[in-house]
């Protein structure tokens, strides 16, 4: 009984995260200039790269997101996904730090910021890093 509740977790876990992923996507796409000015925003990169990110991250998460979901090569999917949600920890997590206000651009372009939503961004990227994470090893064991 224990194996089903498990894979249960894990399909609700996979579903989750690939939506997530996929619908964070869909404004960066469709804007990628506002999203090039969301990264500037962060002030972290260096500007010859911010148009490559803008373009680059958002394909990233449409595909990692689909992948996952259908069980197209889930591992390689799971990586991108970590290897994003640990960039943006670090990215928030020192802007943060150094009191910067920013613009998450997560779900979309508000414009607006307070440190209490930055934070719960923060901690709901750690839960998805978490979750990602589980997915990977158990993927990984099967």
């Not at 224990?2 to 869909?26: C, D, P, Q, R």
């Not at 943060?96 to 414009?111: A, E, K, N, P, V």
Request: proline share 3%; with cysteine.
């Amino acid at each position: 009984m224990k194996n089903s509740y498990t894979e249960v977790f894990a399909f609700v876990i996979k579903l989750v995260l690939g939506i997530t992923f996929i619908v964070a996507s869909y404004h960066k796409i469709e804007d990628p200039a506002g999203f090039a000015g969301i990264i500037y925003g962060y002030a972290v990169f260096p500007g010859a790269i911010i148009n490559l990110l803008a373009i680059a991250i958002p394909f990233l998460e449409l595909v990692a997101g689909f992948s996952l979901i259908l069980g197209v090569y889930p591992r390689s999917a799971l990586l991108i996904m970590n290897l994003l949600l640990s960039g943006f920890i670090l990215i928030i997590g020192f802007n943060l730090l150094r009191g910067h206000q920013f613009d998450c651009g997560c779900f979309s372009f508000s414009g607006q910021s307070n440190t209490a939503s930055n934070v719960s961004l923060l901690v709901r990227d750690v839960f998805l890093l978490g979750a990602g994470i589980y997915l990977w090893k158990k993927i990984s064991a099967s």
